[in-house]
């Protein structure tokens, strides 16, 4: 079956720390990957997206991911973190049937 | 450029009465997707519409239905209400069934 995989519910930083946000799926070929936040009560807001090509991919608010064929991952960094990033992240895949699987989301607290 | 836009942005219902959510998509976008998130849960997939068909369908009862205009705009209507009906609605955005999804900000239906 179809899976992502957000094995952090929640995690807590430092403000300036760095971050990093685990995400893993099931599926034999590549698929379309996407990272979202949602800040409380608001929708979703894409950050990055990888389709193809150069497997570290720069995103809106100084965030990065990097998709590892290998371990099929796609996980969400960050050098150092700031107060407003604080939400939740969503990992969500298009394995191709253009509509979105999307992982259980990881908590982010951040801590002054 | 106005994004994808939702209403109502909440709704109370009761068991066993009738919802009928609204979308606008982004300028451009001619595919509108609908996701149900649960609270504390990722968002999932119940249908999305283009050509003002419903394209495919996820894991969702007949009780939800929509419809497309010709404008692009989208309904999602749900009958017979449960309590487990209750999440925040979220609508998608595409633009020729792409796989580039922007969401609005949802609709918060309650069911009592």
């Known amino acids: 079956a179809q899976s992502v995989t957000q094995p952090d519910i929640h995690i807590t930083v430092s403000e300036g720390a760095s971050l990093e946000l685990r995400c893993n799926y099931s599926y034999g070929a590549t698929p379309y990957l996407f990272w979202y936040v949602q800040s409380p009560g608001q929708g979703l807001q894409l950050l990055l997206k990888?389709?193809?090509?150069?497997?570290l991919v720069q995103g809106i608010k100084g965030f990065e991911a990097e998709f590892k064929r290998s371990q099929s991952s796609f996980n969400l960094r960050k050098p150092s973190v700031h107060w407003s990033d604080a939400a939740e992240y969503f990992c969500a895949v298009d394995f191709g049937n253009e509509k979105l699987t999307f992982g259980t989301g990881t908590r982010l607290t951040i801590i002054p | 450029d106005a994004g994808v836009t939702q209403s109502p942005t909440h709704l109370i219902k009761t068991r066993g009465q009738q919802v009928t959510l609204r979308c606008s998509p982004k300028s451009g976008h001619d595919t509108v997707s609908w996701y149900q998130q649960a609270l504390g849960q990722g968002p999932q997939f119940i249908f999305q519409?283009?050509?003002?068909?419903?394209?495919q369908r996820g894991n969702f009862p007949d009780r939800f239905s929509g419809h497309q205009f010709p404008n692009y705009s989208s309904e999602l209507n749900v009958n017979a209400l449960l309590l487990g009906d209750s999440a925040l609605y979220l609508c998608?955005?595409?633009?020729?069934?792409?796989?580039?999804?922007?969401f609005g900000p949802g609709t918060r239906l309650t069911v009592t």
């Open positions: 519409y283009y050509e003002e068909e419903e394209r």
């Open positions: 990888y389709f193809s090509g150069d497997t």
């Open positions: 998608a955005s595409s633009k020729d069934r792409g796989y580039e999804q922007y």
